[in-house]
């Protein structure tokens, strides 16, 4: 539906009802892809949590908990504890620094964050629209009853 305004009340009902159909098709994608990038951002939070909690740990501590699965953990001893790997996307691992990797962390978390406020202003637009086309729709319908009604 992008490009010009359409005048809604120029529209008949089935032209209507499949505009509606794709507006909800629409969201249903947008809302989708909107709980898929704040799984990202949680994901992201989460890294910077560990990577802040390992910058903060004492002197000398090597001691770590590594995660087989969610939740079973082993021991574990780091051989360095000043570089950690840091997945930069499609399995691609980097050697960083704890402050480098914090800061990686923190510019994905923001950028997700800024993601996520536009399609949440995007997925508001397009509720609006449907909500609009609604209610336009169910006026054309109730003056098709009423003249069919009136004419019988």
Same mark, same amino acid.
């Given at each position: 539906?992008?490009?010009?305004?359409?005048?809604?009340?120029?529209?008949?009902?089935?032209?209507?009802?499949?505009?509606?159909?794709?507006?909800?098709?629409?969201?249903?994608?947008?809302?989708?892809?909107?709980?898929?990038?704040?799984?990202?951002?949680?994901? !992201?939070?989460? %890294?910077l949590r %560990?990577?802040?909690?390992?910058?903060?740990?004492?002197?000398?501590?090597? /001691?770590?908990?590594?995660?087989?699965? /969610?939740?079973?953990?082993?021991?574990?001893?780091?051989?360095?504890?000043?570089r950690?790997?840091?997945?930069?996307g499609?399995g691609?691992?980097?050697?960083?620094?704890?402050k480098s990797?914090?800061? !990686?962390?923190?510019?994905?978390?923001?950028?997700?964050?800024? /993601?996520?406020?536009?399609?949440?202003?995007?997925?508001?637009?397009?509720?609006? /629209?449907?909500?609009?086309?609604e209610?336009?729709?169910?006026?054309?319908?109730?003056?098709?009853?009423?003249?069919?009604?009136?004419?019988?």
């Amino acid at each position: 539906m992008s490009g010009s305004p359409v005048n809604l009340e120029s529209l008949d009902p089935q032209q209507l009802a499949q505009i509606k159909k794709q507006l909800d098709e629409e969201l249903e994608h947008l809302t989708s892809s909107f709980a898929q990038l704040h799984g990202a951002q949680n994901k !992201f939070k989460e %890294c910077l949590r %560990c990577v802040q909690s390992r910058s903060k740990a004492p002197e000398g501590s090597t /001691n770590v908990l590594v995660p087989l699965t /969610n939740s079973l953990y082993v021991r574990g001893e780091l051989s360095d504890t000043e570089r950690v790997l840091v997945d930069v996307g499609t399995g691609f691992l980097v050697e960083k620094k704890l402050k480098s990797a914090e800061k !990686f962390y923190e510019g994905k978390v923001q950028e997700l964050s800024d /993601n996520l406020k536009s399609l949440e202003a995007i997925v508001q637009r397009k509720q609006m /629209n449907a909500r609009s086309i609604e209610e336009v729709l169910r006026q054309k319908i109730m003056a098709a009853q009423a003249s069919s009604q009136a004419s019988s």
